[in-house]
Nanobody
Framework: QVNIVESGGGLVQAGASLRLSCSAS????????MAWFRQVPGKERELVAT????????YYARSMRDRFTISRDNSKNMVYLNITFLKTEDAAVYYC???????????????????WGQGTQVIVSS
């Protein structure tokens, strides 16, 4: 059983930086790409970034390319999302996900039937 758990969310001030963490277990972590999504209440979930199994390739949604950095540590079965210069519009529940099949995916649909965590909430105060 694949288990994904996010952490690191909380209340932060606008302009600050934040690192979200995601741990995964239940299968060989380094065989699969990983992704971060976010969802604001009342809005559709959106893809933030994906990272290949090795960490050598990363994809960012267009609006996320300047302040978001995805990374992974396969020795720890962890994936991270660093966010700098937080804005109030970054407030959301952030989800970590992994697809069912191996490969590097840059589209949200490839993760739909994969494995998801419960999310970690980020609140940004102005």
């Amino acid at each position: 059983q694949v288990n994904i758990v996010e952490s690191g969310g909380g209340l932060v001030q606008a302009g600050a930086s934040l690192r979200l963490s995601c741990s995964a277990s239940g299968r060989t972590f380094s065989d699969y790409c990983m992704a971060w999504f976010r969802q604001v209440p009342g809005k559709e979930r959106e893809l933030v970034a994906t990272i290949s199994w090795s960490g050598g390739n990363a994809y960012y949604a267009r609006s996320m390319r300047d302040r978001f950095t995805i990374s992974r540590d396969n020795s720890k079965n962890m994936v991270y999302l660093n966010i700098t210069f937080l804005k109030t519009e970054d407030a959301a529940v952030y989800y970590c996900a992994s697809p069912k099949t191996s490969g590097w995916y840059t589209d949200a649909e490839s993760f739909e039937d994969g494995y998801w965590g419960q999310g970690t909430q980020v609140i940004v105060s102005s």
